[in-house]
């Protein structure tokens, strides 16, 4: 079970609310008797796992609305359920009490109810300072239409005093229906999760949350809130938990310390669950509750609870540092892994977890034309990077859309028996779906599927990410809006230091999985299709599309946050845009510009320009018309009136453009409807004349005297 909320991408800095909490002035010698509590029927749980035993939590309830479950509870009497006040307010409005039911002694709710009732709802009540959930105060007493009747699964949960104290570090259980991970809802028959939790202290836990972690978000933790969790994340309670309890064991009895309320996703690292605390309510709860026999039972703290270890303000933080990612260098793929089948080429892929390889799915097209599993797994072997025997194949999962969409070729194989990933081999970090890798990302190509290793061990690969804007607009259609950061991009485009004919270098005939580093740490950004020849692939399909479905299928793939967030000054990068519009013809927008000659652009940019570069200079007035960010192509008419793509911008460039010349034999077999100029139809370029440079020409593009050369030596191209 692992959060329940999903907060919006704010940063929350919050003042304690006056008045919220008082300690009680009953003494002890007014606390009831008459009702026990915390005390289930003697029950086996299994512990570390997931599925709760039937009784084992006999207080826990199911809150429902419009027939199905909604949130979680606690009876804390038999006319009284506790549970959050975010499940009952919606844009500031109390819902109806009589939407409202609550399914009591319930174990799995797909299948006969044994020994389970239903109780309507006769009234909702919330704190009159409650307004949304991160401002705190979130909880809800729920009144029942008629008594629940009390038996071995339905039973009441002990409430703390206001003076009560958990020690940090108790290890307390969440109980709930909610989904099992993030976009990941429990399956059938529903069957109540429980998951154990570790208290942590104010300090700990403000101290996780003042470091930007996930959605690039730091919160201030008000009186009254609780956080229990691990600071290297994985295990949390998570959407539909909401309103459940959270207990501790305390001298043979069964506290409720906390209510789940909210937190920044689910399992995340450094980002631990956020439970509202329920002693500081005592005063309200008991006067909420004034007259109902019996109420709920507020028990003196066990002698031995109260000298636990107890928490300085200025105790030590332990931020989790990623578990995933660390590779010795760059090439050097700890979580490199073959799979081997007989009578085939090795599928190259990679490790995502201690049980799950990732790879391409057309890898193995013979064994996923059914539903039926493969025949021959068992003689499937899979070779992981340190390991001086392979391992044997488990299980095989393909992709739904696998068959029919490039972008979906991807499977997951399990291996019979978990790996240690305390040394080599090492999991690969994969993105969530909001993760935004940021313009200029340094990152790598890596094999992937049946391609075979470069003819030159040594090269490294390199590339870094182009902006989103350049690399939508190229693959995308004209007038539609780039993804903005936080929503998966539809492509990834990387650019490359070198071009592999310039080096001598053939990649063969391989496909490319594209690596890409944060704060040291790598991740799997995106999966390429087959390239062309010797040349690198131009865009890859972003992995983190499929993240929820990778980690539904392992339940305990290495999902990262993302770990860099300079967007640059003033946040650009979030700005809203669109690829160039039209004009009534069709024809987009023109700015007016002239290529300069080989000789003078060398000359302008010595030692600075890749080769195949192009160099234009703006006509007096349109530069202004040219947004730096948009990387514009460079469109060139001939004298029989066609219009030809000749280049786009490099890297944003106002005035450099990567030819499209060169990469014809890529264009072609990519898109085989392209149309080529014959030869005679390219631009003229006059005589190179002397190869030296005029003198001052150097880097000095921006100057007016290299301006006032220029213009002898252009060859118009665009006109009106």
């Not at 029950?43 to 309830?61: F, K, L, T, Y």
């Not at 290793?453 to 995308?476: F, I």
């Amino acid at each position: 079970m692992s959060q329940h909320l999903f907060l919006p991408l704010v940063i929350f800095v919050i003042s304690p609310i006056p008045g919220a909490f008082q300690d009680s002035a009953l003494s002890p010698t007014e606390e009831p008797e008459d009702l026990d509590c915390g005390r289930p029927e003697p029950s086996a749980r299994i512990m570390g796992g997931s599925d709760a035993q039937p009784g084992a939590w006999p207080w826990q309830v199911s809150l429902h609305q419009g027939g199905g479950h909604i949130c979680g509870g606690s009876l804390i009497a038999p006319s009284w359920v506790l549970s959050a006040a975010h499940c009952f307010v919606s844009n500031g409005t109390l819902e109806q009490a009589s939407e409202w039911s609550v399914l009591l002694g319930v174990h799995s709710q797909d299948g006969p109810l044994d020994g389970a009732h239903v109780r309507s709802v006769a009234a909702i009540l919330v704190p009159d300072n409650y307004s949304k959930v991160e401002l705190g105060a979130d909880l809800a007493l729920l009144r029942l239409t008629s008594p629940a009747k009390l038996s071995p699964t339905v039973r009441p949960i002990c409430l703390p005093r206001a003076s009560h104290r958990f020690a940090h570090g108790t290890a307390c259980w969440a109980t709930g229906w909610g989904d099992l991970q993030e976009e990941d809802p429990l399956p059938l028959p529903w069957v109540l999760q429980e998951v154990e939790l570790r208290l942590l202290g104010e300090a700990a836990c403000q101290c996780l949350y003042s470091r930007p972690g996930p959605f690039n978000l730091t919160f201030q933790l008000l009186p009254g809130m609780l956080c229990a969790g691990y600071a290297e994340g994985r295990r949390d309670t998570c959407q539909g938990d909401s309103g459940g309890p959270l207990v501790c064991k305390e001298g043979g009895r069964w506290f409720q310390a906390g209510i789940t309320s909210f937190g920044f996703g689910c399992g995340r690292r450094n980002r631990p669950g956020v439970f509202t605390a329920v002693g500081p309510y005592e005063t309200w709860i008991r006067e909420q509750v004034m007259g109902s026999e019996p109420g709920p039972a507020f028990p003196n703290q066990p002698q031995e609870s109260q000298t636990g270890p107890w928490e300085s303000r200025e105790e030590n933080c332990t931020i989790a540092l990623p578990e995933c990612g660390k590779a010795p260098r760059p090439g050097v793929w700890p979580w490199e892994a073959q799979v081997i089948m007989p009578g085939s080429r090795p599928c190259h892929g990679t490790l995502v977890s201690e049980s799950w390889v990732l790879a391409p799915a057309s890898c193995f097209l013979d064994s996923i034309t059914s539903d039926n599993p493969p025949r021959d797994l068992d003689a499937w072997r899979v070779l992981l990077p340190s390991r001086t025997r392979s391992e044997r194949v488990s299980r095989f999962v393909p992709h739904e859309n696998a068959t029919w969409d490039d972008a979906s070729d991807l499977a997951l194989l399990q291996l019979r028996a978990p790996v240690n990933l305390s040394a080599a081999p090492r999991a690969v970090c994969l993105p969530y779906p909001e993760h935004y890798f940021l313009p200029g990302s340094r990152c790598r190509l890596a094999l992937w599927g049946r391609g075979e290793p470069a003819l030159d061990p040594s090269a490294q690969l390199e590339a870094e990410l182009l902006g989103g804007w350049w690399c939508h607009c190229l693959y995308g259609h004209q007038g539609a809006s780039v993804p903005p950061p936080g929503h998966p991009p539809h492509r990834l485009c990387p650019y490359y230091q070198e071009e592999e004919e310039e080096a001598g270098r053939c990649w063969n005939d391989s496909r490319w999985s594209l690596m890409c580093l944060e704060e040291g740490t790598w991740f799997l950004a995106g999966i390429g299709d087959v390239s062309s020849g010797c040349l690198r692939p131009r865009a890859f399909s972003p992995v983190q599309t499929h993240s929820p479905w990778i980690s539904h299928v392992t339940r305990g793939a290495y999902l990262e946050d993302q770990l860099a967030w300079d967007w640059g000054p003033e946040g650009e990068e979030t700005e809203t845009q669109t690829c160039p519009p039209h004009t009534e013809h069709g024809v987009p927008i023109a700015t007016i510009v002239s290529i300069l000659t080989p000789r003078l652009c060398h000359c302008l940019y010595q030692g600075i320009l890749p080769p195949g570069t192009l160099c234009v200079l703006y006509a007096e007035g349109q530069e202004d018309r040219c947004e730096v960010t948009s990387a514009p192509p460079l469109l060139c008419q001939t004298e029989g009136g066609f219009w030809v793509l000749m280049g786009m911008a490099v890297r944003g460039s106002q005035e450099l453009f990567a030819a499209i010349g060169p990469e014809e034999a890529w264009i072609s077999q990519t898109v085989a409807e392209a149309h080529f100029l014959p030869p005679s139809g390219s631009p003229y370029w006059p005589p190179a004349g002397s190869d030296l440079c005029p003198p001052d020409m150097a880097g000095a593009s921006g100057s007016p005297q290299a301006a006032a050369l220029i213009l002898l030596l252009l060859t118009p191209l665009i006109q009106d």
